[in-house]
């Protein structure tokens, strides 16, 4: 396989998990609110600061699962 064809595939696979963990964080998180709306007191940056870890673990589960999912399936396993 040429050094090109190995790149392209490589991309493929980086764009492709990436789709999937956004795809995945966007559905996780559709119910979670938006607890920054009203003032920026102490009590609301540390709902802020809860908030923004569960994103955070939400996008890493969905690009995991997403990577996983690749390598089982291999889908850009020929370079066309």
Do not use: D, W
Request: net charge positive; hydrophobic share 45%; proline share 2%.
């Amino acid at each position: 396989m040429a050094r090109n064809c190995i790149l392209t595939v490589l991309f493929a696979y980086l764009a492709t998990a990436y789709l999937g963990a956004s795809s995945y964080y966007m559905i996780a998180t559709r119910n979670y609110g938006t607890p920054f709306k009203h003032s920026l007191t102490q009590e609301q940056l540390k709902i802020r600061k809860a908030a923004a870890g569960k994103r955070y673990r939400a996008f890493l589960t969905g690009l995991i699962l997403s990577v996983l999912l690749l390598l089982i399936t291999k889908p850009f396993h020929k370079c066309l």
